[in-house]
């Protein structure tokens, strides 16, 4: 499956932003798809999942703030992310896992697929 992730911008703080991760290849209904993100000089972190069901989870940071999403017409993915602070500055990627496990969601190398990255931009 091939990811296309688009969306990202510059936008004050407290401003919003809406992420898409649209896939081709194959039905992204079937996999965990997963939206991590990248600061510079530091780690690619977990930011949220949505699972087959529809359940979603996020990190701590982002719970309350941003909502991950399913459109299976369209075969894509979104996070909303409102009240956006400075810290949320990063490269964002969206994932998908075709295996997944509850316990390893939050990992990096638990994904196969990877978008190419949009970058997010939140200036004080």
């Known amino acids: 499956v091939q990811l296309q992730a688009s969306g990202g911008g510059l936008v004050q703080a407290g401003g919003s932003l809406k992420l898409s991760c649209a896939a081709s290849?194959?039905?992204?209904?079937?996999?965990?798809v997963g939206w991590f993100r990248q600061a510079p000089g530091k780690e690619r972190v977990f930011v949220a999942t949505i699972w087959r069901s529809g359940t979603t989870y996020y990190s701590d940071s982002v719970k309350g703030r941003f909502t991950i999403s399913r459109d299976a017409a369209k075969n894509t993915v979104y996070l909303q992310m409102d009240s956006l602070k400075p810290e949320d500055t990063a490269l964002y990627y969206c994932?998908?896992?075709?295996?997944?496990?509850?316990?390893?969601?939050?990992?990096?190398?638990?994904?196969?697929?990877w978008g190419q990255g949009t970058q997010v931009t939140v200036s004080s």
């Open positions: 994932a998908a896992d075709s295996n997944p496990i509850f316990s390893t969601q939050y990992r990096v190398s638990s994904y196969d697929y």
């Open positions: 290849g194959r039905t992204f209904s079937r996999y965990v």
